[in-house]
């Protein structure tokens, strides 16, 4: 008997018992669907982390204090230890030709009404370089200036959709706006307008009710009648060694407050927050499916149980089959070949349908997702193992029947 016709009897044996065959799929489908969702799910999220960072800013670097280690004897921080200017002027002086800017970022909150509607408003104080630092887009007009922060001038970058909500599509460069921040006004005349790019990190939807601006850092110690900063925001030039010149910068400030080895100061980067959230979700990613790998063991022995249960129901089928000369390689051939067309089948759909859930998601999370050939092959590949692995031993079982014992079964 060969391969076609072998083919034939195990579709027709497929055929006669259709429920029973998809319910043995199903443990299949289920788990290469899982898989499949999943690891393209993963890897898109990866994707996306990756470009976010990208758009961010690889090079981007903090450094801060470490608040809750030791700084002096009584184990906390002093004011001492805050960065000042001269820090700032020193880091310039000493790294500036490799850096794209450094700045402090200080925050101030606000509001803005508009008939009864009272707008939350984020005020960062920032140097005339922040926007080397920050992928900051202009819309319309300019970015700070440095004159603007030596002589600490009340202008703003504000928001596009700041600018569409109270400027009505006029031209906002020029105009002024007036917040409440605390016990006073601050009143700004606008210079620019920025665009704000969605953020995956944020992962819910944005207050529409909460705009950010920029103005000079100088301007917002004025109000808070504070002058030093807790952290730096540093973005290195391309080419640079990014670790190696954030450690300098943070051994600068160490000298330059006497803390040497007093682990006070702290720097973080871009690229090892970046390698921190990739470690996250790929182990999660691998976790995960290692779980829904379970439903193909179970899906396996599945197969494995009914091939044993077609056997027995076959035992009369498969000793006429010896007695009209098949031997046993050919009934062991026909029962292999039964097994690999179910999982491979159900290999197929759960394919198909883990495609379909990994699109499915990533419009619920907005991402896109990353299904690659290397794993839909695998997939398909696995689900075929299966078939041979777990039919093997049905297989034989009905190969090695007595064809006198198979011909007397009841």
Known sequence: MNIMESIRMALSAIKSNKMRTFLTMLGIIIGISSVIALVGLGQGSKKAMT??????????????????????????????????????????????????????????????????????????????KY??????????????????????????????????????????????????????????????????????????????????????????????????????????????????????????????HGSVGKNIYMMSTAESQLKMVNNVTGNLTKFISAIAAISLLVGGIGIMNIMLVSVTERTREIGIRKALGANKKDILRQFMIEAIIVSGCGGIIGISLGIGFSYLGALVIKIQPSISLTIVLGAFLFSAMIGVFFGLYPANKAAKLNTIDALRYE
């Open 51 to 128: 470009k976010e960072f990208e758009n961010t800013g690889v090079n981007r670097a903090y450094v801060y204090l470490n608040e809750g280690m030791e700084g002096d004897s009584n184990g906390m921080v002093t004011d001492e230890d805050m960065i000042t200017h001269n820090d700032m002027n020193i880091i310039e002086r000493v790294y500036g030709s490799k850096l794209e800017g450094v700045s402090p970022v200080l925050s101030l909150g606000g509001s803005m009404n508009q008939g009864r509607v009272t707008y939350n408003i984020n005020i960062s104080g920032v140097t005339e």
């Open 131 to 256: 926007n080397k630092i920050e992928n900051i887009k202009m819309a319309s007009g300019r970015f700070l200036s440095g004159e603007d922060v030596v002589n600490e001038r009340n202008v703003a970058v504000i928001e596009q959709k700041m600018a569409e909500k109270f400027f009505k599509g006029e031209d906002p460069v020029g105009k002024m706006i007036t917040m409440d921040t605390g016990d006073q006004s601050q009143t700004y005349r606008v210079v620019g307008t920025f665009t704000k790019p969605k953020a995956l990190l944020t992962m819910g939807a944005s207050n529409k009710n909460t705009f950010d601006i920029y103005t000079p850092y100088t301007q917002v110690e004025r109000i808070t009648g504070e002058n030093t900063f807790s952290y730096l925001d540093i973005n290195v030039k391309e080419g640079e060694n990014i670790k190696r010149t954030v450690k300098g910068i943070v051994n600068i400030i160490e000298r330059k």
